[in-house]
């Protein structure tokens, strides 16, 4: 099963940036064995401002997948229940993976509605880039977890 993290806006050089990439390869080759990946972040940008501009971008990578939207108003997971979810996503047959992430104002109704499912990072505000490394780390634990390694909260 592929997975993408789809977000709108550019990000530059920084350090969220450098952990995104690592998380993301990290993913990509410990899924490997699992039937998971690549791993692969995909970035957006509208033309015009706004959530429509911006859901109109981001429904060119939605087809056939399974979207999974990062909003403020979704669901917790724990480390072990996100897990279990892309792993039942994968038997399930599912093929495409897709976590987005919008833009500053969040994301458009129309993309909230196609998305069977909705991820929150708790209840504080988080910058997009912290978002993105969160999301890319949680990825990573999510493989790792399904390979077996060791898991601290056991």
């Not at 410990?30 to 859901?55: H, N, Q, T």
């Not at 500053?104 to 499912?117: F, I, R, T």
């Amino acid at each position: 099963m592929k997975i993408a993290i789809l977000a709108v806006g550019r990000l530059p050089r920084s350090p969220e940036v450098d952990l995104v990439k690592l998380y993301v390869d990290r993913a990509t080759a410990a899924g490997r064995s699992l039937g998971l990946g690549p791993v692969e972040v995909i970035e957006v940008e509208a033309k015009k401002p706004g959530k429509a501009p911006e859901a109109e971008v981001l429904r060119q990578h939605l087809e056939g997948a399974y979207v999974i939207a990062c909003d403020e108003h979704g669901t917790a997971r724990a480390s072990r229940a996100f897990a279990a979810e892309i792993a039942r996503l994968r038997d399930d047959g599912v093929r495409k993976m897709v976590f987005v992430i919008g833009g500053a104002d969040g994301l458009d109704p129309s993309v909230l509605e196609q998305a069977k499912g909705k991820l929150a990072f708790g209840p504080q505000t988080w910058p997009h880039a912290m978002a993105r490394a969160m999301l890319a780390e949680q990825v990573y634990r999510a493989v790792t977890i399904l390979s077996g390694s060791p898991y601290h909260r056991d």
